[in-house]
């Protein structure tokens, strides 16, 4: 990825971040009033994973990727779940204000999530090997999933894992011994699961494609 397409990338996840702001704003009821305030705090959350991936993918010494990978890994779960806050949704004057708002967090969370896995992917294939690389993938996928149940359903967020690690490992154990006895959250799992791990394959599939080349011009 060259610095060009790096900085359009950026930028282009700045600007639906900065709309769905500005849509939020612009709510005939108090600025900042539900649902905008926890809509803008679940973006800001999204964007942690970011951060953290792009420090891993340009870090030099080996030694701070544990740490930096740990903590991409414990905040990446907030970007996929911008998809659940549309269960917030309702009918009402200022629906379509609102369906716009919840689309522009949603692509803006996916799309952050993505990326941010595509820059650890790299950095792993390129340093420990294709196998381990794509073996994080399937793990991030995995515990994604787990992660927006937890928040979703079990109303943790990623602070907890540092403020109450044993709570959350306890609830989220519970879960997982009977996924069958919370059939609601067990669907949402799987379903973020798949849409999540197809949206990286997409993206993975787009970042590969390169212009054929053009075939030699007959000399005249």
Request: charged fraction near 10%.
């Given at each position: 990825?060259?610095k ?15 709309l769905?702001?500005?849509?939020g704003?612009?709510?005939p ?24 991936a ?16 740990l ?20 009918e ?5 204000r609102?369906?716009?708002q919840?689309g ?7 799309l ?15 340093d ?9 993938v399937?793990l ?5 999933a787990?992660?927006?149940v937890?928040g ?5 967020n990623s602070?907890?894992?540092v403020t109450?690690?044993d709570?959350?490992?306890?609830a ?10 919370s ?9 973020v ?12 599939a787009?970042?590969?494609l ?11």
């Amino acid at each position: 990825m060259t610095k060009v397409h790096a900085l359009v990338l950026l930028g282009s996840l700045a600007a639906t971040t900065a709309l769905t702001v500005a849509l939020g704003t612009k709510d005939p009821a108090a600025p900042l009033s539900y649902p905008s305030r926890f809509l803008i705090w679940n973006l800001f959350l999204a964007w942690i994973p970011m951060v953290f991936a792009v420090g891993f993918a340009m870090v030099r010494r080996r030694v701070w990727l544990v740490p930096l990978g740990l903590g991409w890994l414990a905040f990446l779960p907030n970007a996929p779940y911008l998809v659940t806050d549309l269960v917030h949704l309702g009918e009402g004057y200022e629906l379509w204000r609102h369906v716009l708002q919840y689309g522009f967090a949603a692509w803006t969370g996916i799309l952050l999530g993505v990326v941010s896995m595509l820059l650890v992917h790299r950095r792993l294939d390129r340093d420990v090997g294709a196998a381990w690389g794509w073996a994080a993938v399937a793990l991030s996928v995995a515990l994604c999933a787990v992660g927006v149940v937890i928040g979703r359903f079990q109303r943790w967020n990623s602070w907890d894992l540092v403020t109450r690690p044993d709570a959350v490992v306890s609830a989220t154990f519970d879960w997982v011994r009977a996924p069958l006895s919370s059939v609601q959250s067990t669907g949402v799992a799987v379903a973020v699961a798949a849409f999540f791990g197809l949206a990286y394959l997409t993206v993975w599939a787009l970042s590969g494609l390169r212009p054929e080349a053009k075939a030699a011009q007959p000399a005249s």
